[in-house]
């Protein structure tokens, strides 16, 4: 089944940026306008709230929730080399503008299966964090040209697939072309010990208007940074 497409590993020894959903509260709105003043206080509580919180936002979170109880009564986490229902992926990209094409097409695909009518701008705050990931993973750049359903818009029996086969032979993870981007690569672990380091980065903005096309992404709060087709 999976003959010409599990053939190198790489070691690979580098950063990755995870973009998850975050509460972000503006709690300097009241003791400062100057923007260097909000700068620096806004740096300090994020090395601070990092020495608390970062590994497990950053790296332990989507293994936690990557599974699901049989007596649960919610639903299985699905991803890309997943179903959730035995283990849990951890999914970073190499650069951020990836991240971002990746987090963007979920966050209104969750918003428009969750609300049926809405009307107004729907806003997520995101919270971007580097992670060390080290070890030898299984390369599949590249392979989609031969096996095209890697990169499947939502059909995810091929890649639920290879994602068991490559798990229960105990391999750390693996590295792909984004479907979401093209010019990206996100890496894919199924072992938490792989992944270090966890580090605050950025906060993100995202907006979007039902019916729109594309998502508004700010790094500052009402300043366009990138509009995201989805």
């Known amino acids: 089944m999976f003959e010409g497409l599990i053939e190198k590993l790489v070691d690979f020894d580098d950063d990755a940026f995870r973009n998850i959903a975050a509460i972000v509260e ?6 400062s306008d100057d923007p260097q003043d909000r700068a620096f206080g806004e740096a300090l509580l994020s090395e601070r709230k ?8 950053a790296i332990m979170r989507p293994f936690t929730y990557g599974t ?26 190499l650069d951020l503008l990836t991240s971002v094409y990746e987090t963007a097409y979920h966050f209104r695909r969750r918003i428009t299966d969750m609300l049926t ?21 299984v390369d599949l750049r590249n ?11 939502a059909d995810y029996s091929f890649t639920h697939a290879v994602g068991a086969y490559l798990y229960d032979n105990g391999q750390n993870g693996l590295l792909v072309e984004s479907a979401r981007h093209r010019a990206g690569i996100n890496a894919a672990a199924f072992k938490p010990d792989i992944l270090s380091n966890a580090r605050h980065h950025s906060h993100l903005i995202y907006r979007w208007m039902p019916g729109d096309s594309t998502i508004r992404i700010e790094k500052t709060r009402g300043r366009l ?3 995201v087709e989805v």
Request: net charge negative.
């Open 50 to 57: 990092d020495q608390q919180d970062s590994e497990s936002l």
């Open 143 to 153: 392979k989609h040209h031969k096996f095209p359903k890697l990169l499947a818009r």
């Open 225 to 227: 940074w990138k509009s």
């Open 117 to 137: 009518a809405i009307e107004e701008e729907v806003v997520s705050e995101r919270r971007v964090f580097l992670v060390h990931v080290g070890g030898l993973l």
């Open 26 to 31: 503006d709690v300097f709105d009241d003791l």
């Open 68 to 93: 699901s109880l049989s007596d649960s009564p919610y639903a299985a986490f699905p991803t890309r080399f997943s179903d959730g229902t035995r283990y849990g992926v951890w999914y970073g990209s």
